[in-house]
């Protein structure tokens, strides 16, 4: 089975989307995730904005996933 050249670009131009997205997710979930302990060590009852700033990044993810998967539809 054959591949043509523009196919391989468009799946690794896929996966290249899902890796930065993921890759982008997991610095920043990192650093939220470090000042976040170190909130919830002074102020406990701040539980429900650190869950949701560690939430936030996850979208990129979703985009970058999305984006991967419109590319892969392109693929005959």
């Known amino acids: ?4 050249f523009g196919t391989g670009l468009i799946a690794i131009g896929a996966g290249l989307a899902v890796m930065g997205g993921a890759l982008g997710t ?3 979930q990192g650093n939220i995730g470090s000042a976040g302990m170190g909130l919830l060590a002074e102020r406990e009852n701040a539980f429900g904005q650190v869950i949701i700033l560690l939430a936030l990044p996850e979208t990129i993810v979703l985009l970058g996933f999305i984006i991967g998967f419109l590319l892969l539809g392109k693929i005959e």
Request: overall charge negative.
């Open 26 to 28: 997991a610095y920043a």
């Open 1 to 4: 089975m054959a591949v043509d």
